[in-house]
Nanobody, 129 residues
Framework: QVQLVESGGGLVQPGGSLRLSCAAS????????MGWYRQAPGKQRELVAS???????NYADSVKGRFTISRDTAENTLYLQMNSLAPEDTAVYYC???????????????????????WGKGTLVTVSS
């Protein structure tokens, strides 16, 4: 089993910064990508940023130039540096892991094209004056 634990959320004023962390623990065989999603009240969950095992990154247009995703591969920890925060960034931020937990899972993914992904419980970011 795998666990994802997010931390670093909180209340920040507009223009401020926060750094989110996501620690992945458990038996992980192969990581393909990790990412941050967010869900604001009354809205659907949306991708904020992602990073592949090769280091390629992808950002939502709304956060480009303000947020930076990074990963400590040795510690299986994901980060999101958020700068110039605005009230519309207020949301619960979730960590996502696209990975295989065993060689059998990798074989299934290879054969079917489908794999599993895993979610943390989220951390609340509130941007308000």
């Amino acid at each position: 089993q795998v666990q994802l634990v997010e931390s670093g959320g909180g209340l920040v004023q507009p223009g401020g910064s926060l750094r989110l962390s996501c620690a992945a623990s458990g038996s992980i065989f192969s990581i393909y990508a990790m990412g941050w999603y967010r869900q604001a009240p009354g809205k659907q969950r949306e991708l904020v940023a992602s990073i592949t095992s090769g280091g390629s990154t992808n950002y939502a247009d709304s956060v480009k130039g303000r947020f930076t995703i990074s990963r400590d591969t040795a510690e299986n920890t994901l980060y999101l540096q958020m700068n110039s925060l605005a009230p519309e960034d207020t949301a619960v931020y979730y960590c996502n892991l696209d990975a295989d937990l065993s060689p059998i899972a990798t074989l299934k993914r290879t054969r079917t094209g489908y794999g599993m992904d895993y979610w943390g419980k989220g951390t609340l970011v509130t941007v308000s004056s």
